[in-house]
């Protein structure tokens, strides 16, 4: 089975064509990025206006690379959220129409649930998994009990992973988006250099505004002096990846489960994913997707659809939605 899939919902306008949910045929991804960094963050009017432009172009493209004509796909899927509405509308009526033109099924997707496949893009894995979730907007345990059967057992009280990244990245002054930039800074600094507070919260819950607040005030601490950005990127690093890491395994035994999974931009992150493999000689089975299917990306919407679509019995009906 070929699916199209369409991914809009932040600030990446992607395609992809995918075969039985695990085999990538052709994978489109246009960055906004540029057009972001001016403004330090996402603007979601001016994201939305980008998808447009791009939307045609990058459908085409994705055809192209794949060398197969639309009446070849099976159904065509899009991510209808969460995400921002402006930008979601965009890929959804993208996929809508092309569905109604080639009279393909199509099929809604949620974000979330795309994320967490694509582990399965190249991959033997299977559930029952735990499965930690990490992007820009959300930071989530879930206990994946069958492909379309999922429990969330933990989740921020504050903010999200990416979003602490991001934010701490800006108060040391490096560009957006921070997250991959920290994370390459932190390679090359001292993690034991400065002690950075864990919060205490529920084993269901996670917490980081403290720790964003620790790494403000410790940057104050310096009075206009050097500020020796790699070691406190490597400090910081160290401590939220150590949180999710524990707290997941934590969450894992509860649930009797013995293979833990990534999923979100942040499972690109270079210690999480070094700590993830280190639960390997726990006995842990180990799963993170490949690094260009961690940040968003159509090819997890396309194996979405054929695993875990959105359920609804009027497809062509579903609306865009923001929050999830
Ligand atoms: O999943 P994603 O592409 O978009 C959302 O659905 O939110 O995640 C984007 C987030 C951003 O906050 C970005 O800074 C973060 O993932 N990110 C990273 C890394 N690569 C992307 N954070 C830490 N280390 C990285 N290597
Ligand atoms: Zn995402």
Redesign the pocket.
């Known amino acids: 089975m070929l699916i199209f899939g369409i991914e809009t ?2 600030d ?1 306008t992607a395609a992809a064509i995918v075969k039985n949910g695990r085999e990538v045929i052709s994978n489109v991804v246009a960055s906004q990025i540029k057009t972001h960094s001016q403004f330090g963050g996402v603007v979601p009017e001016v994201a939305a206006r980008e998808h447009l432009d791009a939307i045609n172009v990058v459908i085409e493209e994705t055809f192209a690379q794949a060398g197969i004509q639309p009446n070849e796909v099976d159904a065509f899927a899009s991510t209808a959220g969460p995400g921002l509405v402006g930008c979601l509308l965009v890929g959804l009526n993208a996929a809508k129409t092309l569905s109604l033109v080639y009279d393909k099924p199509y099929l809604p997707v949620n ?1 979330l649930n795309a ?1 967490v496949c694509a582990n399965f893009i190249d991959s033997d894995l299977k559930p029952p998994f735990t499965c930690l979730l990490v ?4 930071t989530q345990i879930i206990n994946v009990s069958d492909y379309n059967e999922q429990e969330i057992c933990a989740s921020t009280i504050d903010d999200a992973t ?2 602490v ?2 934010k701490v990245a800006r108060l040391l002054g490096l560009s957006y ?4 930039q ?2 390459k800074l932190a390679q090359s600094g001292n993690q034991t250099a400065f002690k950075l507070p864990e919060a205490k919260v529920g084993d269901d819950e996670f917490s980081f505004s403290g720790l964003k607040t620790a790494v403000l005030r410790l940057i104050q601490t310096f009075k206009g002096a050097e500020i020796p950005i790699n070691d406190i990127c490597a400090s910081f690093q160290e401590t939220i990846t150590s949180t999710l890491i524990k707290k997941t395994v934590k969450m894992a035994r509860r649930n009797s489960s013995n293979t833990i999974v990534l999923a ?3 499972a ?3 210690r999480l994913r070094e700590k993830l493999y280190e639960l390997e000689n726990d006995g842990f089975k180990v799963y993170a997707p490949k690094m260009k299917y ?3 990306n159509a090819s997890m919407v396309a194996s979405c659809a054929y695993f875990n679509p959105i359920k609804t019995d009027n497809p062509l009906e579903f609306e865009v939605f923001s929050r999830g």
């Open positions: 919902s932040c990446e974000h994320h992007s820009g907007g959300h990416g979003e990244y991001d988006p921070g997250g991959i920290l994370d979100g931009g942040v690109a992150n270079s961690c940040t968003d």
